[in-house]
C-alpha cells in the first residue's frame, strides 16, 4: 500500500536529517520526498510518500508524530489527496527527431521551455504516473538529463 504523508514541521536546520534518520533506523522506504516553505517561513510541509503493509504505514505515522520539531502530520491515501510532480527533463533532438518530441510534448501536456541546437529541456506538472510516461515515451529518443521534485499533496476540496 502507498501513503502520503503531509507533516507540517518547524523551519529549522537538521529536521530533515531527523525525519530521515527516523525512516533509516526502522528501514522504512521513502519512495518521494518534497520540502518547501509554507507561507510562514517559521514552517516547512515535508511531502513524503512510502509503501508498506498497514502496520508499517501507521508505525510511521506514529513515529512521525513523536518528533519534537513535528507540528502536525497528516496522512493521506491516493484517493484522498490531489498529487502532483514537477520535472524538467533535457533531451537530444534533431531534425527526424524534433518533431515527434513536439508531438509528445503537445499530447502529453508537457511544454518545451528552453532550446539549444542540439537540446530541449522540457516540462510537465502532473501526477507522478504521467511523468514516468513522459519518460518512458522519450527514453528511445534520447535523454539527457532529470529532474524531478517528488510527490507534493493536498486533501481534495469539500464543502461542509
Known amino acids: 500500500m502507498k501513503r502520503i504523508y503531509s507533516v507540517l514541521v518547524e523551519n529549522r536546520s537538521g529536521v530533515l536529517s531527523k525525519v530521515a534518520g527516523l525512516f533509516a533506523r526502522r528501514s522504512f522506504n521513502i519512495d ?17 510518500v512510502s509503501t508498506g503493509d498497514n ?16 507540528v502536525k502530520v497528516k496522512s493521506y491515501t491516493e484517493e484522498q489527496c490531489v498529487c502532483r510532480e514537477l520535472m524538467l527533463l533535457k533531451v537530444k533532438y534533431n531534425k527526424t ?10 499530447m502529453m501536456n508537457a511544454q518545451i521551455i528552453d532550446m539549444s541546437k542540439s537540446q530541449l529541456m522540457i516540462q510537465i506538472c502532473d501526477v507522478p ?4 510516461l513522459l519518460i518512458q515515451m ?18 481534495k476540496c469539500m464543502d461542509h
Do not use: F, H, Y
Open 129 to 132: 504516473e504521467r511523468t514516468k
Open 32 to 48: 518521494s520526498l518534497a520540502v518547501g516553505e509554507t507561507d510562514s517561513p517559521n514552517t516547512s510541509v515535508m511531502t513524503i
Open 97 to 106: 527527431t524534433r518533431r515527434e518530441i513536439m508531438e509528445i510534448c503537445d
Open 55 to 70: 502496520r508499517t504505514l501507521e508505525q510511521i505515522e506514529k513515529q512521525l508524530n513523536k518528533k519534537l520539531d513535528v
Open 138 to 155: 522519450l527514453a528511445s529518443i534520447s535523454i539527457v538529463e532529470i529532474a524531478r521534485t517528488g510527490c507534493l499533496a493536498l486533501s
